[in-house]
């Protein structure tokens, strides 16, 4: 019995000692999250809530009206909200695709394989990575252009062109994070296998795969953001063909000459961080699940 008094004092004043680091957190955790919250709450809010003076942190008339504006009006005629989804849809998730399988591959040689000026490779990457998209929108499009022109290809004023600009813009850190993770695999596993007559294939994809799976969903994770909320490389490349319109460009007209819709912008912005939010949820569990068959094959 007295043995264990000490122990459970000294428990007790340790977690003392955690409390402000707790109370820090919890403070940070608040001051994140309650902009979301606060979106959510006014896009529920009927207008006279919106613009009264004594706002709520709930809303006391809860209504569907923006919501059912966003979804069943059309802002641009003949073009509503589910083509604006499907073509989000579509390029943000061939921008993942695409990056996921050359990021892969481009991580594999520059982790594996000794070439000249690997060094420099891999600090142009970081270069890259520092420079704003905005900095290199005009020269992406007077190449797109030319090369629209050269080939025969229109790149511009549909949905190509922004599925090779998003895949271009994630491919430097996704390849850099995948190349932590393919150098983090023992290359004795790689090595064993080939030994036991496993190809070139069989090793990348029964032993460098299973382990090398969790940064590649991180490396989604941040391929899918990018091209989800992008919007300015999008109304530049797109121009008039509002049919290609992506998700982000129809906020914009909710902001108008005489006036700003805030509860339809509310509705449109919870509407577009619902697949974000439903896309991470599924790759996370994905994730820890590919941390626990690496560590077990490993």
């Given at each position: 019995m007295t043995a264990t008094r000490p122990v459970r004092r000294r428990s007790t004043a340790r977690r003392l000692r955690s409390l402000p680091l707790y109370l820090a957190g919890l403070?940070?955790?608040?001051?994140?999250?309650?902009?979301?919250?606060w979106m959510v709450a006014t896009a529920f809010k009927p207008v006279g809530?919106?613009?009264?003076r004594d706002q709520t942190l709930l809303p006391q008339a809860p209504t569907l009206e923006h919501f059912?504006?966003?979804?069943?009006?059309?802002?641009?005629?003949?073009?509503?909200?589910?083509?604006?989804?499907?073509?989000?849809?579509?390029v943000t998730v061939g921008a993942v695709a695409m990056g996921a399988?050359?990021?892969?591959?481009?991580?594999?040689?520059?982790?594996?394989?000794?070439?000249?000026?690997?060094?420099?490779?891999?600090?142009?990457?970081?270069?890259?990575?520092?420079?704003?998209?905005?900095?290199?929108i005009i020269s992406i499009f007077i190449n797109f252009r030319h090369l629209s022109?050269?080939?025969?290809?229109?790149?511009l004023g549909n949905l190509s062109g922004l599925l090779v600009v998003y895949t271009a813009v994630s491919l430097p850190i996704t390849v850099l994070m995948l190349r932590g993770f393919v150098e983090a695999?023992?290359?004795?596993?790689?090595?064993?296998?080939?030994?036991?007559?496993?190809?070139?294939?069989?090793?990348?994809w029964r032993i460098l795969m299973p382990l090398v799976a969790p940064g590649l969903v991180a490396a989604s994770i941040f391929a899918f953001i990018t091209a989800w909320n992008e919007f300015i490389v999008a109304l530049t490349f797109l121009g008039r063909s509002t049919d290609s319109y992506t998700l982000p460009l129809t906020l914009s007209y909710y902001f108008g000459r005489f006036g700003t819709e805030w509860g339809p912008i509310m509705a449109a912005s919870t509407l577009l961080t619902l697949p974000v939010m439903a896309?991470?949820?599924?790759v996370q569990r994905r994730m820890v699940s590919g941390l626990t068959m690496g560590a077990v094959k490993g």
């Open positions: 403070a940070v955790f608040l001051f994140s999250v309650f902009p979301v919250y809530e919106i613009f009264t059912d504006r966003v979804v069943n009006g059309e802002l641009i005629p003949g073009v509503n909200f589910w083509q604006f989804l499907a073509n989000s849809l579509v399988v050359l990021s892969l591959l481009a991580a594999v040689a520059v982790a594996r394989f000794r070439f000249r000026l690997r060094t420099a490779f891999v600090i142009l990457l970081m270069v890259i990575q520092m420079v704003p998209m905005e900095a290199m022109e050269a080939t025969g290809t229109q790149l695999v023992p290359k004795e596993l790689e090595e064993a296998a080939a030994i036991d007559g496993a190809g070139s294939w069989t090793v990348f896309f991470f949820l599924f």
